[in-house]
């Protein structure tokens, strides 16, 4: 018997597994909300110096404001008052003739900057002036998270293969709370840097391992849907990150009120269960037996637990002959492993800096940053239902394959469109956006199930890591426009066709079982038949491979 037989005779996709996915979806609300976090909370509002040192004995009298502006501060090209500079002393004579202001002496702002706060009240840049020299610290805000959750997302994958799904589950919650609640209260920059690298490092755990518990706790019918409910979540917590930024526009309040889900599900952690996979993978088939008597009686199976004993479960899922601990060594000790991690890594960082690269960049269309941040999540809901219709019509590899190769070509197209047609940039950037959401989520899903589970959550935490750089990554990217304007775009457009290529040469996994061994994935006669969901698939396999 396999443990998918088992799972299907207990019900695969019942009461049990949907207490599971719903606990799930609530911590995956608050990972893209701090993923994305920086957009808001490290914006830069129009500011100008502070002219309250040229007022000298009230030598400005009874000027009015616009006027104080025009004799202290030179113009830009587009007529706003500069940003970084000032006169170095009064300019009265350009009240008459504001036109020749070329070649007046000017000086740095020498008395702080004034802040527009008609639509934050409060960001990291207003709160330790991290503009003008110091504003490349407000996109090391992003990298600085996205480099944290990298180390913590290959870190809390090798523990939780080693220590188990649940534990590690409950120190991402608590630590992350942690950590993110302690940089909303933060008294300096370096400070708030600090906690936020710890942020990333703990929290990003989340997203490594509640897909893979969910997945080790369905039947093969029901995988995509759970993926796919895995996905709504991120794209859930992607739009409410607009409505909360709109209404919370301090950037304290703000890390605050998107980190509150996490309180929850530290609450809720108790009744999330430890995969019965990995117990019994690692010989502790008297707690999988709970587990999955537990599991029956609330799908309502009772007449199954009976017939479920630890000592027939050590036999439904053979371990590889005599290791008990596995490491990430290990995917790459055999060639078909080693081939594996080499093409996934290359495919999650390639779409980690494709989909971060566009959903980073909410400015310069023709919609606020709010409601291009909540357009960006909305249309990842039309993307991610046609990506659950697609894997079970077309299969996994043609849906990543298809989704990478469309997520280029908008790119690419844009490249071509005047930046004065706002809209038409808009909307593909938008389509560009919800197909590069649906190539994540179908990555996730498939690495899933391509890797065995003595290293599934190894497997996963190697990904995450890649990943974790390709979106660290991503943030320079767009700063590659100072050098030329359409530098970003051709560089995630080359990444998301390359991507597309590589994801080509993954094997399919549709209705395929999980693969349990290192063994399953090298292709040893003795396992094969449990890699695939028909007999005769193995025999055929196994005939052509003589």
């Not at 209260?185 to 703990?202: E, H, N, P, Q, W």
């Not at 019994?280 to 587990?291: D, E, L, R």
């Not at 779409?351 to 909410?362: D, E, H, P, S």
Request: hydrophobic residues 45%.
């Amino acid at each position: 018997m396999k443990f998918e037989d088992l799972l299907s005779e207990i019900n695969g996709f019942g009461r049990f597994q949907t207490m599971i996915i719903c606990i799930s979806f609530i911590g995956r609300l608050t990972l893209p909300c701090h993923f994305l976090l920086s957009n808001f909370i490290a914006a830069v509002p129009s500011h100008h110096c502070d002219i309250s040192s040229l007022d000298v004995d009230g030598i400005f009298g009874n000027l009015s404001w616009e006027e104080r502006l025009t004799v202290s501060i030179p113009k830009q090209e587009d007529g706003t008052p500069a940003s970084c500079h000032m006169f170095s002393h009064p300019q009265f004579h350009l009240l008459s003739n504001s036109s020749n202001s070329t070649d007046l002496p000017v000086v740095q702002c020498q008395n702080g900057w004034v802040y527009d706060n008609s639509t934050f009240s409060s960001t990291l840049a207003t709160q330790w002036d991290l503009v003008c020299d110091n504003i490349g610290l407000n996109k090391a805000v992003a990298t600085i998270f996205f480099v944290g959750s990298m180390f913590g997302a290959g870190l809390f994958g090798g523990l939780s293969d080693r220590f188990g799904r649940k534990p590690m589950l409950l120190v991402s919650y608590v630590l992350g709370m942690g950590f993110a609640v302690a940089s909303a209260f933060s008294s300096s920059f370096i400070m708030f840097a600090v906690l936020r690298f710890f942020t990333g490092f703990t929290i990003t755990a989340i997203i490594t391992i509640s897909p893979v518990l969910n997945v080790e706790w369905v039947d093969i019918q029901h995988r995509r849907l759970v993926c796919l409910i895995d996905s709504i979540g991120w794209t859930f917590g992607t739009t409410a990150l607009a409505l909360i930024a709109f209404c919370i526009r301090d950037w304290r309040w703000l890390t605050v009120a998107v980190t509150s889900p996490v309180f929850l599900c530290t609450i809720l952690w108790w009744w999330i269960p430890e995969s019965a996979r990995w117990l019994i993978v690692h010989g502790k088939t008297q707690k999988a037996n709970f587990y999955l008597h537990r599991c029956a009686v609330m799908n309502r199976c009772e007449t199954i637990t009976s017939s479920i004993q630890p000592q027939a479960l050590s036999s439904i899922i053979v371990t590889d002959t005599g290791k008990e601990t596995f490491s990430y060594l290990d995917l790459v000790r055999t060639p078909k492993m080693r081939r594996l991690a080499l093409l996934t890594g290359t495919i999650w960082f390639c779409v980690a800096v494709a989909t971060y690269g566009i959903g980073l960049n909410i400015t310069g269309f023709v919609l606020n940053i709010y409601m291009t941040q909540f357009v960006y999540g909305a249309i990842e809901i039309p993307a991610k239902l046609s990506m659950y219709y697609l894997l079970k019509k077309i299969g996994r590899r043609r849906t990543e394959t298809g989704a990478l190769f469309l997520t280029g070509i908008t790119l690419i197209i844009n490249i071509f469109i005047p930046r004065a047609q706002q809209v038409g940039r808009t909307v593909l950037a938008v389509l560009g956006k919800g197909c590069a959401a649906a190539a994540f989520a179908t990555i996730v899903l498939y690495c899933s199930e391509l890797y065995p589970t003595v290293l599934r959550q190894n497997g996963l935490g190697y990904n995450s890591f890649v990943g974790r750089l390709g979106v660290s990554v991503a943030p320079l990217v767009l700063l590659l426009d100072s050098l030329w304007g359409y530098l970003p775009q051709i560089t995630l457009c080359s990444v998301a066709f390359f991507a597309s290529l590589v994801a080509w040469q993954l094997p399919e996994t549709r209705d395929r079982c999980l693969p349990e061994t290192i063994e399953d994935i090298e292709g040893t006669a003795k396992n094969l038949v449990r890699h695939y969901e028909k007999p005769e698939e193995a025999e055929k396999m196994m005939t052509s491979e003589k």
